[in-house]
């Protein structure tokens, strides 16, 4: 069969020899948790029954999938990183299997399939499970591990939305801490170390570790053989599988348990060493600091105390074992931490015994990094999945994920150097995410502090939008280079990007002023184009996002589409939408402040960082309910005869530029095509500078409704630039021409399949 998309060195490529550039989604965020019973994150009731729950109508029903698929090909994405969750497949038990998901997943990639894209295939995780706080793994694998999730949250092992008080009070971002608690500790440290460090952990007479990595990559593997079986899905449009989503190490590498991590960046609500969540984990009360996190980072605010009033994260010696069908070997026993039946502490006196037990490795003494775990613990593991999905479809493209924001496997030129490898790392900008404001002033390389790039943080300091812009196109281009030196030359997609639309305390939800959301996504977009890398697929599509509970996930509020939004019209808007050129107001007109404060040293840094700065600041020409559309919906290059040099869209002067160099002139069959939007580029207002050749705009329907340029050229040295309507951005059209502009486009396409 020949291959809809392949690789050819850096670049992704078509039939025609096309150089494709991967413009995604991710499809769906509310695929990480049940739909039957629907249990989003903020919803308790029944909540512990992990194994009577289905995904089935996970990520949208059947019925509803096209809508969906027309919707995201109509806004130009040709991509989906599609979400799925270990959980949806194994929950029932270690080797049952729930066929009827896995049929729903073929039904609905079959509707996909009907609409171009490249679909690449994601098994999702957030710090391991819903039952440590976020998403991936089967309940039963806590069970497994010799924990009881029913006391994750008095213990404090794990901040689970679902069992907290005040749902609607659960601290924003939170959820991500329970990387560096109890219970992500220990389930991460014995599914990449157990042999090593958790050698009496013996189930089924296998090591814990090889128990729920063989359980991971059987379910994985499992679904890849059904996708096989359905005979119509491979290379269209399933292209590529995807590794474990945002792994970490756990304690592997702690080099003093009673110490924080210099390189544990994160730091919010209570911030417990690993020692000290070993003893709240083990019932034993503990005054642990309290942190918060503003613009420039962690900041310790205070002191707690955390009694789990003798309750344990560990199953009680006398729990009933036999539910899943498993055999613990004597030697594990049940009702006490497992890192003292290795001697890391004796529980008898509370005294740590080992403080560097996971700082070295075992087997050759060799103190352990981040780095050292990502080549010896994390490869070896990548090399295993890989291998089970390439016994199926042995051309995939692999998107491997390193570790996020750290050292990427050294295996340039060694047999890991796979021709079908893409590097995908994330990023996002952590500031945003975390205060959830975005902040025109000042910003921070947070990726060049990570590598050394200063001898002074101050000097990471970015002053002004033009300077922040470049900044994230830096960090991006950094990631991308640093992947090409350690992995060798291969594609780089970042699989998630994207901001928070809840900025300002949901102020753009009362006003309709969507301008920081606009700001930061171009923002964010303008990084992508400038990085030059291979495409990325944006965090997140959810079809249930609503105003008041988000993405109905942990708090986040990342979807680009809303049910309490107006949905993004397709066509034309009038002149009376537009606005002057001219106007310099717009939240992503790139900028330089020039006050005193863009002169920033370490002298002056606490001014420069006023609190005052991250303040929201309306603007007079309020920006209503389109939700930010004027950022994502951009144009893009989708098939380009030759190599791209560059490109990119100037959202504040409406400007799309193309720059490629072809070795022949285009054939008649196969032009350069640009996506090219008409919320942007309406026809009769559009104009077209190019280097030579001929063009021509037209609206397709074969794959859902969207506008494409397609350009034929000579070879050597083109350029294209597209300018359309410079408008009010956000202007809401009439609700009868909303209906009419995008829902009969999307019916007319669907009642012709």
């Not at 087997?363 to 775990?373: Q, S, W």
């Amino acid at each position: 069969m020949s291959l809809r998309l392949r690789i050819d060195g850096s670049t992704f490529r078509d039939a025609h020899n096309r150089e494709v550039t991967l413009h995604g989604i991710n499809c769906a965020a509310d695929a990480k948790f049940p739909a039957t019973p629907s249990q989003p994150s903020h919803v308790a009731d029944g909540f512990f029954d992990g194994d009577g729950v289905s995904f089935v109508n996970r990520p949208f029903s059947v019925e509803d999938a096209a809508t969906h698929f027309a919707r995201l090909r109509s806004w130009g994405y040709n991509t989906i990183r599609y979400i799925f969750t270990w959980e949806a497949i194994e929950h029932a038990g270690p080797g049952k299997y729930d066929e009827a998901w896995i049929q729903h997943t073929i039904s609905i990639l079959r509707v996909a399939k009907r609409f171009g894209f490249y679909i690449f295939m994601d098994p999702h995780q957030d710090v391991w499970s819903r039952f440590s706080g976020g998403s991936g793994a089967p309940m039963w694998t806590l069970y497994a591990c010799g924990l009881d999730p029913r006391f994750f949250n008095i213990t404090e092992a794990a901040l689970v939305h679902n069992t907290y008080s005040e749902p609607d009070q659960f601290p924003k971002m939170i959820w991500a801490t329970n990387y560096t608690r109890l219970a992500c500790q220990v389930m991460f440290t014995l599914f990449f170390a157990g042999r090593d460090f958790a050698p009496k952990a013996i189930i089924d007479g296998k090591n814990i570790q090889d128990y729920l990595q063989d359980h991971f990559i059987n379910a994985c593997a499992h679904l890849a053989k059904r996708i096989k079986e359905a005979g119509d899905l491979w290379h269209d449009p399933i292209v590529g599988w995807e590794s474990m989503n945002e792994p970490n190490r756990g304690l592997i590498g702690n080099q003093d348990l009673e110490k924080i991590p210099t390189e544990q960046k994160l730091q919010k609500g209570t911030s417990p060493t690993a020692w000290q969540a070993i003893l709240t984990g083990s019932g034993r009360a503990c005054e642990i600091p309290t942190w918060d996190f503003g613009g420039m980072g962690p900041k310790r605010t205070g002191e707690v105390l955390v009694d789990p009033e003798g309750k344990s994260a560990w199953l009680q010696a006398d729990y009933d074992d036999s539910s899943y069908g498993w055999k613990r070997d004597p030697g594990w026993k049940l009702g006490e931490c497992l890192w003292a039946q290795h001697g890391v502490w004796d529980p008898a006196t509370d005294t740590l015994l080992k403080k560097d037990y996971f700082g070295i490795d075992p087997k050759n003494g060799a103190p352990i990094n981040y780095e050292y775990f990502t080549n010896n613990y994390y490869m070896p593991h990548y090399r295993k999945y890989s291998a089970r999905i390439k016994s199926f479809f042995p051309d995939s493209l692999m998107f491997i994920q390193p570790p996020v924001l750290e050292i990427p496997p050294s295996i340039k030129d060694t047999k890991d150097d796979d021709p079908n490898m893409v590097f995908s790392p994330h990023f996002y900008d952590g500031i945003t995410l975390m205060t959830k404001k975005w902040n025109r002033l000042w910003n921070v390389d947070v990726f060049g502090v990570l590598r050394g790039k200063y001898w002074s943080p101050a000097f990471a300091v970015k002053i002004g939008e033009t300077a922040i812009r470049r900044c994230f196109a830096d960090q991006l281009r950094a990631i991308r280079e640093e992947g090409r030196e350690k992995m060798g030359v291969h594609p780089c997609v970042f699989t998630e990007i994207g901001i928070p639309y809840d900025m300002n305390d949901k102020s753009a939800y009362r006003t309709g002023n969507y301008s920081s959301q606009i700001a930061a996504l171009d923002a964010n977009h303008f990084a992508l184009e400038e990085s030059m890398a291979n495409g990325f697929t944006l965090w997140t599509y959810v079809v249930t996002n609503n105003h008041y509970w988000g993405d109905n996930w942990n708090g986040e509020d990342l979807s680009i589409y809303s049910i309490d939004d107006k949905v993004v019209p397709a066509g034309v808007f009038s002149e009376e939408e537009s606005r002057a050129s001219t106007d310099t107001s717009s939240p992503s007109f790139s900028k330089s402040h020039s006050d005193d404060r863009s002169r920033v040293s370490p002298e002056n840094l606490g001014e420069a960082m006023a609190a005052e700065t991250m303040s929201f600041r309306s603007t007079a020409e309020a920006v209503k309910g389109l939700r930010a559309a004027e950022a994502f919906i951009r144009p893009t290059p989708v098939a380009v005869h030759g190599d791209i040099s560059s490109f990119g869209f100037d959202l504040a002067n409406c400007s799309f530029k193309l720059r490629l160099v072809a070795a022949s002139p285009t054939s008649e069959e196969a032009p350069t095509v640009i996506f090219l939007p008409e919320f942007h580029f309406p026809t009769s207002q559009t104009t077209v500078e190019v280097s030579g050749g001929k063009w021509t705009i037209h609206s397709e329907r074969r794959e859902g409704p969207q506008q494409v340029l397609q350009w034929w050229h000579a070879q050597g040295e083109q350029s294209i630039t597209i300018k359309g309507v410079v408008r009010k951005q956000g202007a809401l059209v009439d609700s009868d021409e909303d209906e009419f502009g995008y829902y009969a486009l999307v019916q007319e396409w669907c009642s012709v399949m």
